[in-house]
């Protein structure tokens, strides 16, 4: 019996170290990933609930982080108020109305969603589009990234906790992907926040 469970250890090994080195394993950086990005690239363009603005910027990352921030990431829950165009909340009632969930475009995550009470108590989320010198959320690339990687807003030492932002999630995202967002928030039109209630209106 001993030397049936020594062989099998054996064959076992021998399988996973022959699977392991084998050169047929995938790779984070093969074709796949680049054809399953270019596919996500796609998505992201076709999904986008705004007109882009795509000059002086590149369209793979514009693309790409459509898709992070509208098929992956529900940005629009929290930042776009109310989150869907009128007669379109794909909730059955008393959430909504059934609809085919059309993004709100007029209002695209330009914030102004209360969490809590009124301020200075409660949070409201922040309008992410960009502002006139066509920076989202008037940060820069790099402030970006602190903001999403450390739950602090820089341009608001004092009181620029984000809250209910989920970062403690979003700062394990790669460069390129924050990269992507960013890219795709300086894409889109800048808005001024509609009037809701609470998020996911």
Known sequence: MKRIVAAAVVILFSTVTILSNSPLKGDDNDRDRDSREA?????????????????????????????????????????????????????????????????????YLAGGITFGPPPPVGVVSANLTPDSTGKPAGLTLQQFEIALRTGHDPLDPKFGLLAVMPWPILRHMTRRDLEAIYAFLSAI?????????AAGQ
């Open 39 to 107: 596919d996500e690239i796609q998505i992201g363009f076709s999904i986008s609930p705004v007109r882009l603005n795509l000059r002086d910027k590149d369209p793979e990352l514009v693309g790409l982080g459509s898709y992070i921030v509208n098929a992956q990431g529900g940005c629009n829950d929290c930042h776009t108020c109310p989150s869907y165009a009128p007669g379109h909340n794909p909730f059955p009632a008393p959430f909504g109305v059934s609809g085919d969930g059309q993004i709100n475009g007029a209002n």
């Open 189 to 197: 039109p800048s808005g001024t926040p509609g009037s809701c209630q």
